[in-house]
């Protein structure tokens, strides 16, 4: 998975926060559907504020 992503030209281009998010967003929401797993990734801070 992380090498798939990784060969990408705008992962490969983008800043580690993005490559951290990006990772952290299909590794929990798309990834693990495959296995039957169903997990959100964290809150992020404006999401936090707005509840």
Not at 1 to 9: A, S, T, V
Request: net charge positive.
């Amino acid at each position: 998975m992380i090498q798939e992503k990784e060969k990408q030209k705008k992962f490969a281009e983008g800043t580690r926060q993005y490559k951290r998010n990006n990772l952290i967003d299909f590794a929990l929401k798309e990834n693990l559907k495959a296995f039957g797993w169903s997990i959100n990734p964290p809150a992020t801070r404006r999401e936090r504020k707005c509840n």
